[in-house]
């Protein structure tokens, strides 16, 4: 199953909401997560089954969807959320989308 | 608090066997609803998995690795283990170990090891 995601990067200052759309090649329920990484570090766990945060993951960051499209919404942009994120589906052997890097306008 | 260590060699020679540890810390890796997996970065882009191992040995790998990847484990240890044989140029990446956590409707990676750089290169 092929993951894509759009935009690859985008501009956000400071208290903005952001939207980050992943898709996939095909239906894949609501097996998808989403993780966040920071330059030259491991990938933190942010959501699973496309809408259950991790303990511990601030409630600004949100999931939705099911089937084939998929949204991670950033509300209210902190400084630390400036980071890549990567969607996830674990309907069948895991693969990742390419990413989108969120950085600072 | 689990923890995850990778170690192994940082350089590798072309066409030779990569090998990598990934020491668990904080937890038995034989713990039920748990498989333990790893994930490679190549620099400057995105995440591949290669495969993940339950600590009866039953395994999965990705389709494009398979024919070159076996994963170990060594409950002894609390530790299991990726080797990755023929290795080019390509296989150069940031390799991660990580805890994959079944839940009743997904499966994530929950928990990473800080990554470990190898390098394929004469």
């Known amino acids: 199953i092929q993951m894509t995601q759009s935009p690859s990067s985008l501009s956000a200052s400071v208290g903005d909401s952001v939207t980050i759309t992943c898709r996939s090649s095909?239906?894949?329920?609501?097996?998808l997560n989403w993780y966040q990484q920071k330059p030259g570090k491991a990938p933190k766990f942010l959501i699973h089954?496309?809408?259950r945060l991790q303990g511990g993951v601030p409630s600004r960051f949100s999931g939705s969807g099911s089937g084939t499209d998929f949204t991670l919404t950033i509300s209210s942009l902190q400084p630390d959320d400036f980071a890549t994120y990567y969607c996830?589906?674990?309907?069948?052997?895991?693969?990742f989308g390419p990413g989108t890097k969120v950085h600072i306008k | 608090q689990l923890q995850l260590q990778e170690s192994g060699s940082g350089l590798v020679k072309p066409s030779q066997t990569l090998s990598l540890t990934c020491a668990v810390s904080?937890?038995?890796?034989?713990?039920?609803?748990?498989?333990w997996s790893w994930i490679r970065q190549p620099p400057g882009k995105g995440l591949e998995w290669i495969g993940y191992?339950?600590?009866?040995?039953?395994?999965s790998y990705n389709p494009s690795l398979e024919s070159r990847v076996t994963m170990s484990v060594d409950k002894s240890k609390n530790q299991f283990s990726l080797k990755l044989t023929s290795v080019t140029a390509a296989d150069t990446a940031v390799y991660y170990c990580?805890?994959?956590?079944?839940?009743?409707?997904?499966?994530?990676?929950?928990?990473w090891g800080q990554g470990t750089m190898v390098t394929v290169s004469s």
């Open positions: 990580a805890r994959r956590l079944e839940y009743a409707f997904s499966a994530a990676f929950d928990i």
């Open positions: 904080g937890d038995s890796i034989s713990s039920a609803g748990y498989s």
């Open positions: 191992i339950y600590h009866s040995g039953s395994t």
């Open positions: 095909q239906s894949i329920s609501r097996f």
């Open positions: 089954g496309a809408s």
């Open positions: 996830q589906q674990s309907y069948s052997t895991p693969t």
